[in-house]
């Protein structure tokens, strides 16, 4: 059973950036699309970047512009670099399959807060 660990987080100003990693505890299929996922206090879980086998990415137009997201195969792990963060980029942010039927456990998630 893969087990996912993102860490990364931290408390960062306005305009400020951050690095998150997700590392996989085993091997993560190669036909995976794996997804960075976001959830703010009172909010549901969001999709913020995904990065596909063939290494095609998707944003969506909060992030477009300031988050990039990479795989890392040989060492199992995904990044997040996160460039001029906004207050209203703060959440736990998990990493996880795109896909439902193929999605992992989700780990505990690595805090990101964003304020002066």
């Known amino acids: 059973q893969v087990q996912l660990v993102e860490s990364g987080g931290g408390l960062v100003q306005p305009g400020g950036s951050l690095r998150l990693s997700c590392t996989a505890s085993?091997?993560?299929?190669?036909?995976?699309?794996m997804g960075w996922y976001r959830q703010a206090p009172g909010k549901q879980r969001e999709l913020v970047a995904t990065?596909?086998?063939?290494?095609?990415?998707y944003y969506p137009d909060s992030v477009k512009g300031r988050f990039t997201i990479s795989r890392d195969n040989a060492k199992n792990t995904l990044y997040l670099q996160m460039n001029s963060l906004k207050p209203e980029d703060t959440a736990v942010y998990y990493c996880?399959?795109?896909?439902?039927?193929?999605?992992?456990?989700w780990g505990q998630g690595t805090q990101v807060t964003v304020s002066s």
């Open positions: 990065f596909t086998i063939g290494g095609a990415t």
């Open positions: 085993g091997s993560i299929p190669r036909i995976n699309t």
């Open positions: 996880n399959a795109v896909n439902p039927a193929l999605r992992f456990d």
